[in-house]
């Protein structure tokens, strides 16, 4: 089992996309283990994407990332972190496949509606930013079983 976080970005928000996007990550029989609404702050953006603060795109990240509320996810499954990612598509909403979540629903490059964790590296840290301490409530669904053989895990 792995556990990634996802964010829904502003622009998720904005657009009312929030109940869509997550029924796509249940439906695929990914478990949502924390969920919370806020407002990103500065400072917790400069920690968040530490990686880019130097870089030139990064005060218009900023001022997105801090321009509504978002949601944030822990999410748990069988290869969690490639398979959100999988299911987001390209970073690019106009390079993303049809049936992904940017392929269905972005035509951008910033405003691409979700963020998630590219590495159980990344999951640890990014985790950690959004779900200090014991926020994370890991369960186990009963329909488990209809998810998943019971050899996997």
Not at 4 to 11: A, Y
Request: glycine share 6%; aromatic share 6%; proline share 5%.
């Amino acid at each position: 089992m792995e556990t990634t976080l996802v964010l829904l970005k502003p622009d998720t928000m904005q657009r009312r996309l929030v109940g869509e996007i997550i029924s796509r990550f249940e439906r695929k029989g990914l478990n949502i283990v924390a969920i919370k609404m806020l407002q990103v702050t500065p400072e917790l953006s400069r920690q968040h994407y530490a990686e880019h603060v130097s870089k030139p795109f990064y005060k218009n990240l900023e001022e997105f990332i801090t321009s509504a509320p978002i949601i944030a996810l822990a999410i748990e499954g069988l290869e969690a972190i490639r398979v959100v990612r999988d299911m987001l598509g390209a970073t690019n909403g106009l390079k993303a496949a049809p049936g992904t979540l940017r392929g269905d629903f972005s035509s951008s490059r910033q405003m691409n509606l979700v963020h998630a964790s590219d590495s159980p590296e990344s999951a640890a840290r990014e985790l950690a930013l959004y779900f200090p301490g014991d926020q994370i409530c890991r369960y186990t669904p009963t329909l488990v079983g209809s998810f998943r053989a019971s050899d996997e895990g």
